[in-house]
């Protein structure tokens, strides 16, 4: 009888497991890959599925990993006129993560990001020109602790799909770039901290 009933329940949570699964998969969006194939409009970040990272030197022995947690970027284009595209992102400064909050505070101070003074980093493109199928160059100005300079990101776009959990057209889109601090006057305790800085951003995009 035990025998029995142990097959039976053996069978009911393989049941469960294959009907639970088979929900996976329909929820799971049929991506396109092909920029061709993505819907032109406006996108708003999706703040949920987004992370911005920054990577340092520290004494020229190991990469510093950080990131800042509120951000928000619009984007814009048309797959078929991708030199008309615009990225707008503005970053919250107090917002960094780096998992030590001492030194999250200190770095809020006037001999590094400055926030008091200058709350946000923003970035706006003016250019974008094609790198690959997929890729492309977004150029702009970044401005951060008061002070603006030219910036070009390197974006790839990972495809999009109708997302049946929010309603909504996604796109996948990441971004790296990299640049020097001292150019915006935070020159502090270079080399032993490194000048450049690498920032990375994941991201999905509603439309």
Same mark, same amino acid.
């Given at each position: 009888?035990? @025998?029995?009933?142990?097959?039976?329940?053996?069978?009911?949570?393989?049941?469960?497991?294959?009907?639970?699964?088979?929900?996976?998969?329909?929820?799971?969006?049929?991506?396109?890959?092909?920029?061709?194939?993505?819907?032109?409009? +406006?996108?708003?970040?999706?703040?949920?599925?987004?992370a911005l990272i920054f990577k340092?030197?520290?004494?020229?022995?190991?990469?510093?990993? $950080?990131?800042?947690?509120?951000?928000?970027?619009?984007?814009?284009?048309? =797959?078929?006129?991708?030199?008309?595209?615009?990225?707008?992102?503005?970053?919250?400064?107090?917002? /960094?993560?780096?998992?030590?909050a001492d030194l999250a505070e200190?770095?809020?101070?006037?001999?590094?990001?400055?926030? +008091? @003074?200058?709350?946000?980093?923003?970035?706006?493109?003016?250019?974008?020109?094609? /790198?690959?199928?997929?890729?492309?160059?977004?150029? $702009?100005?970044?401005?951060?602790?008061?002070?603006?300079?030219?910036?070009?990101?390197?974006?790839?776009?990972? $495809? $999009?799909?109708?997302?049946?959990?929010?309603?909504?057209?996604?796109?996948?889109?990441?971004?790296?770039?990299? /640049?020097?601090?001292?150019?915006?006057?935070?020159?502090?305790?270079? =080399?032993?901290?490194?000048?450049?800085?690498?920032? +990375? /951003?994941?991201? +999905?995009?509603?439309?």
């Amino acid at each position: 009888m035990n @025998r029995t009933r142990r097959v039976k329940q053996t069978l009911l949570a393989i049941l469960v497991t294959l009907s639970l699964s088979s929900c996976v998969s329909w929820l799971a969006p049929n991506v396109k890959t092909e920029l061709v194939e993505l819907q032109a409009g +406006e996108y708003q970040l999706d703040s949920q599925h987004a992370a911005l990272i920054f990577k340092i030197q520290h004494l020229g022995l190991s990469t510093y990993v $950080g990131r800042f947690n509120q951000f928000d970027a619009a984007l814009n284009f048309d =797959p078929n006129n991708m030199a008309a595209a615009s990225l707008k992102a503005v970053v919250d400064i107090r917002s /960094i993560d780096i998992n030590n909050a001492d030194l999250a505070e200190t770095l809020q101070n006037s001999t590094w990001f400055n926030s +008091e @003074r200058f709350a946000q980093a923003s970035f706006t493109s003016h250019t974008v020109t094609a /790198i690959s199928d997929g890729r492309f160059n977004f150029s $702009g100005d970044l401005t951060f602790r008061g002070v603006t300079k030219p910036m070009t990101f390197k974006a790839t776009f990972h $495809g $999009g799909a109708n997302n049946w959990l929010t309603g909504k057209y996604t796109i996948g889109f990441s971004a790296v770039g990299q /640049i020097r601090r001292s150019d915006f006057g935070m020159d502090s305790y270079i =080399p032993i901290v490194g000048d450049e800085v690498d920032l +990375e /951003i994941y991201a +999905e995009f509603l439309k």
